[in-house]
């Protein structure tokens, strides 16, 4: 089997997405939902007050470093022996 490379880039993307259903979770969680329109209710609600209160995610990786990392990841790619 093929190995799969996941680069850290894309793990700050995947953490960013937990942590915003991690926020869901913790705020649905908390409540009794007697219907799922009560709980749909519940989740429109949660979306309107994150984005009345939206803020930028700033990226922070620099094009050289991420450059850096490909060639990296390729020379490592192109190393390994097929089984």
């Known amino acids: 089997m093929p ?3 996941v680069d850290s880039l894309r793990l700050s993307w995947l953490n960013l997405v937990e942590r915003f259903f991690g926020d869901l979770t913790d705020v649905i969680t908390h ?14 609600a949660f979306l ?3 984005n009345a209160n939206a803020r930028r995610y700033l990226w922070q990786a620099k094009g050289e470093g991420i450059l850096r990392k490909i ?7 192109t190393a390994q022996p097929v089984a």
Do not use: H, P, Y
Request: positive net charge; aromatic residues 8%.
């Open 31 to 44: 409540k009794s939902f007697a219907s799922v329109s009560e709980l749909s209710e519940a989740i429109i």
């Open 48 to 50: 309107a007050e994150r």
């Open 71 to 77: 060639a990296t990841a390729r020379q490592k790619l």
């Open 3 to 5: 190995r799969k490379w």
